[in-house]
C-alpha cells in the first residue's frame, strides 16, 4: 500500500540490523481446585514477537517463588513448557514490514498450601527499535504475576478481556481499552508503571504522557474509572508501554499482573480512523461517561453507527465484556451494512437476569476497525431494580453527593420530613461492601461529612432507610 510505504521503508532500515523480537506479554494464572495435593493452578503466558526478529523460543521457563513470614521471596521450582501449536498468528494488519505474531504457552502448576506466590517469565530481548527506552536491545522482558492462594477463599489472578491492538497513526486522538477484569469479582485498580528487566525496571524508560511523545490535544492518559487508555502521539516509532492491576478483596491487596504493549505509531496520513457516529445519544451519568441502567427481565438494545471517510475501507465492530460471559443470558453483539456506503451498525443486545443485579456497572468496549486501525468505545451498564433518582421517597430527600471526584472527605447533603434511621454505605467495583455509617436523624436538612480512606478508582454510595431498602445510589470517584 502506497500509504504505508514510508513507514515500511523506515522499519525496515532500523531493524535491519536488531536480532531480538520481544514485544510484550502477560501472564494469568487460574485456579482449577485443591485435593490433598495442594492447590492446582492453569498459568498462560502470552508473548509477542515482531516478524523481522529472531525467531521465537519454542519453549518457556515459569518461575514460581513464595513469599516467607520474614518478607522474603523463596524459589520453589521451575517448569517449562512449549508453546501452543495454534500459536504463532500473525496480528492484523500484516501489509507493512514490521508484522506482530502472538504466542501462547500453556502450563498447570500444583501449589504446596496457602500464601502468596509469583510466577515470572523471562527472555532477552526486547525490540531494539522501542523509542521511549535508552537500549532496549540490552533489556530482557521480564513479566511477573503475583496471587494469594487460599483454599478456603478461591483466587484466580486478574486479566484483560480486550486483546492488545498493534498500530495507530501519528497526530490522530486514538482510544484503547484493554478492559482489566477479575473473574472473582475482587476490586481492581490500574496504572502505568515501568516495565520489568531482568533484575529491575528498565533502565531510561520514559512515559509516553512526556511531552516528547504526546500531543498537548492528547496525553497519553489512562482513565482510572474504565480502564480506558487514549493518546494522540506525535512521534512515528515503535514505543512500550506496562499497565498494572493490583487486585483486592475486603480491603486488603491479594496480587497483581501486568501486560506489556508495544504501540507501532505509523505516519499514515491518508488511512482515516474509523469512529462511532452516534456516541452522543448514549445517556452519560454525572461524571460525564457513557452510561445506561438495565432492569432485570428487560430487554435493553443500544444501535451504534459506525463510519469511515476511506470510502474503500471495509469495517466491523467487535465487542468485548462480562455480559458477553454469562451462562445465563448473556449479552450478544451483531453487526450489519447500512447500505450507506462503507457505513455499519453494531447492535447491543441484552435481557438481563435478575442475577445479575449489582450496583457495580459492568464495562463494555466496542472496538471499531478497518483492519489497519482500531478505536475503542467505552460504555458501562448497570442492572438495577431499584429507584435511582434524586427525588423525595418517603419523607427522605438525598442530594448529589460532593466532591465528586473526591479525595478524603465527602459530604452528603440528606433532607427529612420526620426522624429516621439512615446508613450509608459504599461499595467497590466488585459490590463488596467497604463501608457503612448508620446514624439517627431528625427532622429536617442535614449535611452528612464522612471521613474517607480509600484507593483511586470508582465506587458506588448506597443510602438506605430503616428497613434496609436503597433509597438512593450514586457513583464515587476517588482521585488520589
Same mark, same amino acid.
Given at each position: ?110 501449589? +504446596? ?46 486479566? /484483560? ?16 481499552? +484493554? ?109 460525564? /461517561? ?114 465528586? +471526584? ?6 452528603? +447533603? ?67
Amino acid at each position: 500500500m502506497k500509504k504505508l510505504l514510508l513507514f515500511t521503508l523506515a522499519t525496515a532500515l532500523s531493524m535491519s540490523s536488531y536480532s531480538t523480537h520481544l514485544m510484550g506479554g502477560q501472564i494469568v494464572t487460574s485456579y482449577l481446585g485443591t485435593d490433598s495435593l495442594g492447590s492446582h493452578y492453569a498459568v498462560e503466558l502470552t508473548a509477542y514477537r515482531d516478524t523481522i526478529g529472531i525467531p521465537m523460543v519454542t519453549s518457556a521457563v515459569f518461575y514460581v517463588s513464595e513469599l516467607d513470614t520474614s518478607g522474603n521471596w523463596n524459589s520453589l521450582f521451575s517448569s517449562t513448557v512449549s508453546y501452543d501449536t495454534t500459536s504463532g498468528n500473525l496480528f492484523l494488519p500484516v501489509q507493512s514490514a514490521y508484522g506482530v505474531e502472538v504466542y501462547i504457552y500453556n502450563d498447570t502448576i500444583t501449589l +504446596p498450601g496457602d500464601g502468596y506466590y509469583s510466577i515470572s517469565y523471562e527472555e532477552c530481548c526486547r525490540n531494539g527499535a522501542i523509542i521511549n527506552m535508552s537500549n532496549p536491545l540490552s533489556e530482557s522482558m521480564r513479566l511477573t504475576t503475583y496471587f494469594t492462594s487460599d483454599s478456603l477463599n478461591p483466587n484466580s489472578s486478574a486479566s /484483560y478481556l480486550s486483546p492488545p491492538v498493534a498500530y495507530l497513526p501519528a497526530d490522530t486522538l486514538w482510544s484503547y481499552n +484493554p478492559l482489566p477484569f477479575d473473574p472473582d469479582g475482587d476490586s481492581l485498580v490500574w496504572s502505568l508503571v515501568t516495565p520489568l528487566g531482568l533484575t529491575s525496571m528498565v533502565n531510561g524508560y520514559e512515559y509516553l504522557s512526556d511531552s516528547i511523545y504526546s500531543n498537548p490535544s492528547g496525553i497519553f492518559t489512562l482513565d482510572s474509572v474504565t480502564g480506558s487508555l487514549s493518546w494522540s502521539a506525535s512521534l512515528v516509532g515503535n514505543f512500550e508501554a506496562s499497565f498494572l492491576i493490583e487486585e483486592y478483596r475486603n480491603g486488603a491487596k491479594i496480587g497483581e499482573m501486568r501486560r506489556d504493549m508495544q504501540f507501532i505509531v505509523v505516519p499514515d496520513t491518508l488511512n482515516s480512523m474509523p469512529q462511532v457516529s452516534n456516541m452522543q445519544s448514549v445517556p452519560t451519568n454525572s461524571g460525564g /461517561y457513557p452510561y445506561v441502567k438495565i432492569n432485570p427481565g428487560q430487554n435493553y438494545q443500544l444501535h451504534l453507527i459506525a463510519n469511515d471517510a476511506d470510502v474503500n475501507d471495509v469495517l466491523d465492530m467487535e465487542a468485548y465484556g462480562a455480559p458477553f460471559n454469562f451462562s445465563v443470558s448473556p449479552a450478544s453483539h451483531s453487526v450489519s451494512l447500512t447500505g450507506n456506503g462503507n457505513e455499519i451498525e453494531g447492535v447491543f443486545s441484552w435481557t438481563p437476569d435478575i442475577t445479575h443485579l449489582s450496583p457495580i456497572p459492568y464495562i463494555v468496549v466496542f472496538r471499531t476497525t478497518d483492519f489497519f486501525f482500531y478505536y475503542d468505545e467505552t460504555i458501562q451498564f448497570e442492572v438495577t431494580s431499584e429507584v435511582l433518582s434524586l427525588t423525595n421517597i418517603e419523607g427522605i430527600e438525598i442530594s448529589n453527593i460532593y466532591p465528586n +471526584p473526591a479525595n478524603n472527605k465527602l459530604f452528603i +447533603p440528606i433532607s427529612l420530613d420526620r426522624s429516621d434511621n439512615v446508613s450509608i454505605e459504599i461499595y467497590n467495583m466488585i459490590g463488596v461492601k467497604i463501608s457503612e455509617n448508620n446514624m439517627n436523624l431528625g427532622t429536617g436538612n442535614h449535611m452528612i461529612m464522612k471521613d474517607i480512606d480509600l484507593n483511586s478508582g470508582q465506587y458506588i454510595v448506597v443510602i438506605r432507610d430503616k428497613n434496609g431498602t436503597a433509597i438512593n445510589t450514586q457513583q464515587l470517584v476517588i482521585v488520589k
